[in-house]
């Protein structure tokens, strides 16, 4: 959410709609390229100044600003591992993702678009799948009771 002391001025013209979104993508990160995050921060009149100006279309604008973010597949499992590098175990949980770090909005909506889930995508790429652990013998089978009573 946009601090409440900072109210920024609302641009008009088409020329500066991008360089304001690229403003408050750096600084609050994937959340700042819905524009539902805009409208539910006090900015509707700016989603509206882009669909006015980009064919009603808020995809157009974030492709023309470059910012569409738009994840391929090929892309998913590599940034996984980066995530895993960076932070550890932590990374396998979706709710610590996105409520501990910036800029991963992008990524989670792209998984679950390709996986349909966050569980799906991890089971199917071998993400914290549960080792055995190494150097124990199997366990044997129980045997059938053959205790004095029957």
Excluded: H
């Excluded at 946009?2 to 109210?7: F, G, L, S, T, V």
């Excluded at 539910?40 to 009149?45: A, E, L, Q, R, V």
């Excluded at 989603?47 to 100006?53: I, S, Y």
């Excluded at 989670?108 to 349909?116: D, H």
């Amino acid at each position: 959410m946009i601090e409440p002391n900072k109210k920024l001025e609302i641009p008009n013209r088409k020329e500066d709609l991008i360089p304001f979104s690229k403003e408050l993508v750096t600084e609050y990160g994937d959340q700042a390229l819905s524009s539902n995050w805009f409208e539910s921060n006090g900015y509707g009149s700016f989603v509206e100044a882009v669909r006015c100006n980009y064919d009603r279309s808020w995809k157009n604008f974030l492709k023309d600003a470059d910012l569409g973010n738009y994840w391929d597949k090929k892309d998913l499992v590599p940034y996984m591992n980066k995530l895993l590098e960076k932070y550890g175990n932590k990374a396998l949980s979706c709710e610590w993702l996105l409520k501990e770090t910036k800029g991963n909005g992008g990524f989670m909506k792209a998984l679950k678009r390709e996986y349909g889930s966050w569980t799906q995508f991890k089971e199917k790429n071998n993400f914290g799948k549960l080792v055995e652990p190494s150097g124990l013998e199997p366990l044997t089978p129980c045997m059938p009771c053959r205790c004095s009573t029957s």
